[in-house]
């Protein structure tokens, strides 16, 4: 809630104006700006709530791209036209639920990055997940402790060969092809307060955040 109050632009796509609904009647979290998506799953409650308070309403009705693609584009769209001083994005949820889910995701961060140049990360109560662009990317994680458990992982994300470097972690990779079927990186372990990777493909990296860190 915290995460979400605090934020200077807020979405929401379809489905989960559901629950926003509740929780924003309850006054634990203030309304979004924007509520978009196909409305397949949003409730017409929900949905007359929202443009009863004021919400800006789009609806995206192409079905060849999920929701949270197309959330994410009209956010850069924002972003861009207003020229907002955005240091990054965060997606709640979006890993839980179904698989394919899930992998859209990962695959709206592949996308959001060809049109913005914003950080985006996404989280829930276990996962703190980012993607990793093409070339050197430096992390910098002082005083981490109190929030990350120090597990991680980094898996390929793009069907083409991915060979990485890795430095900061009890299991390194020197210029190792990562791919499914052959090598990935999973339950390796953070052992600096400064990790770096040099990768010639979009990577996945996944931390895990310690217990109740978000409540």
Request: glycine share 6%; charged share 20%; proline share 4%.
């Amino acid at each position: 809630m915290k995460i979400w109050n605090g934020g200077v632009y807020r979405a929401c796509a379809d489905g989960a104006a559901n629950m926003l609904q509740v929780l924003v009647r309850d006054r634990c979290v203030k309304l979004p700006q924007l509520l978009c998506g196909d409305f397949d799953s949003i409730t017409s409650e929900a949905l007359h709530f929202f443009k009863e308070n004021g919400v800006v309403v789009k609806e995206t009705p192409d079905q060849d791209y999920p929701d949270i693609w197309k959330a994410l584009k009209l956010m850069a769209n924002t972003i861009n036209q207003k020229n907002l001083k955005i240091e990054h994005l965060v997606i709640l949820g979006g890993l839980s639920g179904r698989i394919d889910h899930t992998l859209s995701s990962f695959d709206a961060l592949l996308r959001f990055h060809s049109i913005c140049d914003c950080p985006v990360f996404i989280i829930d109560d276990i996962n703190l997940v980012t993607l990793l662009h093409k070339g050197t990317t430096v992390i910098y994680l002082d005083n981490h402790e109190p929030y990350l458990t120090g597990i991680a992982g980094f898996m390929p994300l793009c069907q083409k060969p991915t060979t990485v470097t890795s430095v900061g972690f009890k299991w390194n990779l020197e210029n190792a092809s990562l791919e499914y079927g052959g090598c990935i990186s999973v339950s390796n372990k953070i052992e600096a307060d400064t990790v770096c990777f040099q990768t010639n493909a979009p990577l996945i990296f996944s931390l895990e955040l310690s217990k109740n860190v978000l409540a």
